[in-house]
């Protein structure tokens, strides 16, 4: 009986291990699916990886291929360009010579008289009377003699000392060296391209100015040979954006400056940014100025409030006061009718009284009282008029209210 227990107990504790087995077997077999899926897709990407990679690495080779192609284009642009200088410089040496052989005598006394007109020049913007000069000449329209006088002509103040130091003779090509010798630029190339990688924005200056004094400063460097011209755009368009004053303007024209705009594209861009701008502050000023305006009327007004209430109570203060004079003066010409009146009934004695002879004996007699009556009625009128009156806090004179 026992053993038979034993056996169907041992039997259901097979019977758990397997049904523990088989669900321990199942999750590891789900384990083993899910990690076989994550194996396929980390397969799936490291090859999408690899084709990128090699995709990157032709274009790399690509875009060098291509960079090597653009540097010998630029160098064979830069020497065909420059053959290109040196053969129209030839050619229009030519042309001119030429044309000084074939006019005619006539002609020549024609040409001379039409002197050409120059900008002024006090010793100051040099290059920009030298470039001026140097675009007549390769005009051809003018001699050489006209050109030479023209620049005579030009030179005002204290540079038309150095007229004393060339010969009459002279050409205009050895007028402008010259000029140059005692003009032209000074700086260092250092300082040159210094100043152009220092360059900034002035506070007061615009950006289309600000823009051209760059491109002076870079034509400078270029001239001396330390900047190439094939990198202006780039080279322009770097330090134009880098050399603003305005933060607000660099965000707004950061898209346009790091994209593959060109620097007049950016420059562009940058005025018209910075002429909204220049908008909106002159809305701001208008309203700020409109608000002081209406203060500054408020506080007018006020003051206008204030003079008209000045005026009021002077106004009365005077018409008090000459209603003061007047019963002054009336009180003064009743004083003195009523010292005539006494005076006369004290000279005539007893005329006016009707009686005996001892009664007009005495002069004095009756008017005792009448006198002490009239200085009492006197005395009383007099303070009653300087008790009608009192001066006021403002310093006006107002009717005192009985």
């Known amino acids: 009986m026992k053993s038979r227990e034993d056996e169907e107990r041992s039997h259901r504790m097979m019977l758990e291990q397997r049904l523990v087995l088989e669900n321990e077997f199942e999750r590891k077999r789900q384990a083993e699916k899910e990690l076989l899926r994550n194996i396929e897709q980390l397969e799936l990407q490291e090859r999408a990886l690899l084709q990128q990679r090699s995709r990157n690495e032709l274009l790399d080779r690509e875009i060098a291929v291509r960079r090597m192609k653009d540097d010998d284009m630029n160098r064979r642009l830069e020497v065909l360009k420059q053959k290109e200088r040196v053969l129209k410089d030839k050619v229009q040496q030519k042309n001119d010579n030429y044309m000084i052989r074939e006019v005619t005598t006539n002609d020549q006394i024609k040409l001379s008289t039409r002197i050409p007109t120059l900008p002024s020049f006090d010793g100051k913007n040099f290059e920009e ?15 050489d003699y006209a050109v030479s ?7 005002k103040g204290d540079t038309r000392r150095i007229l004393l130091t060339i010969k009459p003779s002279e050409s205009a090509d050895e007028l402008i060296a010259k000029m140059t010798e005692n003009f032209g630029e000074v700086k260092s190339v250092e300082r040159i391209v210094q100043e152009f990688y220092s360059a900034k924005q002035h506070e007061t200056e615009s950006c289309s100015a600000w823009g051209i004094r760059l491109e002076a ?10 900047i190439e011209e094939r990198k202006r755009d780039n080279k322009l368009k770097e ?65 206008l409030e204030r003079l008209k209430t000045i005026e009021a109570q002077m106004s009365n203060m005077k018409k008090h006061n000459l ?69 006021s806090r403002q310093g006006t004179m107002e009717a005192k209210q009985n």
């Not at 009377?129 to 001699?143: I, N, P």
Request: with cysteine; hydrophobic share 20%; charged share 35%.
């Open 217 to 226: 400063l870079f034509q400078q460097a270029v001239n001396k040979g330390e």
């Open 323 to 391: 209603e003061g004079k007047r019963e002054y003066e009336s009180y003064e010409a009743t004083k003195s009718s009523d010292q005539e009146r006494r005076q006369d009934r004290h000279t005539n004695g007893g005329r006016y009284y009707r009686g005996g002879y001892r009664r007009g004996r005495y002069p004095n007699r009756g008017q005792t009282r009448y006198h002490n009556q009239e200085y009492e009625s006197t005395a009383e009128n007099k303070h009653s008029h300087l008790n009608e009156k009192s001066l």
């Open 149 to 155: 006088q023209a620049i005579r002509n030009s030179l």
């Open 129 to 143: 009377w030298k470039l001026e000069t140097v675009c007549m000449m390769r005009t051809g329209l003018y001699s």
């Open 239 to 303: 330090r134009f954006w880098r050399g603003l004053n305005s933060e607000q303007l660099k965000a707004a024209t950061r898209v346009s400056y790091e994209s593959s705009d060109s620097f007049e594209k950016l420059k562009r861009k940058t005025r018209l940014e910075e002429e909204e701008n220049n908008q909106v502050n002159a809305t701001g000023k208008t309203l700020v100025n409109q608000q002081s305006t209406d203060d500054r009327l408020k506080v007018l007004d006020e003051m």
